[in-house]
């Protein structure tokens, strides 16, 4: 997800999300160097179908004033060169 604004927080996704199903895990994405939230985030919902219910719920949701994007994460590929 991303676009978020600054006042998001781990315990307001995890609420907003929660309404959906069970959230295991919430991981705001932040500057390493400053702290600084990148405007993103990593929701993980315990079942595909809670995350798909939260996507089509959420997805192009009002938060705080900001149009947020909500979206299924895709897996890391490794590279190999």
Same mark, same amino acid.
């Given at each position: 997800?991303?676009?978020?604004?600054? #006042? &998001? %927080?781990?315990?307001?996704?995890?609420?907003? !999300?929660?309404?959906?199903? /069970?959230?295991?895990?919430?991981?705001?994405?932040r500057? #390493? &160097? %400053?702290?600084?939230?990148?405007?993103?985030? !990593?929701?993980?919902?315990? /079942?595909?179908?809670d995350?798909?219910?939260?996507?089509?719920?959420?997805?192009?949701?009002?938060?705080?004033?900001?149009?947020?994007?909500?979206y299924?994460?895709?897996?890391?590929?490794?590279?190999?060169?």
């Amino acid at each position: 997800m991303n676009n978020l604004p600054l #006042s &998001a %927080t781990e315990e307001t996704l995890a609420g907003k !999300f929660g309404r959906f199903g /069970t959230v295991l895990s919430v991981k705001l994405d932040r500057d #390493s &160097a %400053t702290g600084i939230s990148r405007r993103s985030a !990593f929701i993980e919902m315990q /079942t595909a179908a809670d995350a798909q219910k939260a996507i089509n719920a959420l997805n192009f949701a009002d938060l705080d004033g900001r149009l947020i994007s909500v979206y299924r994460a895709l897996a890391a590929v490794p590279v190999n060169f």
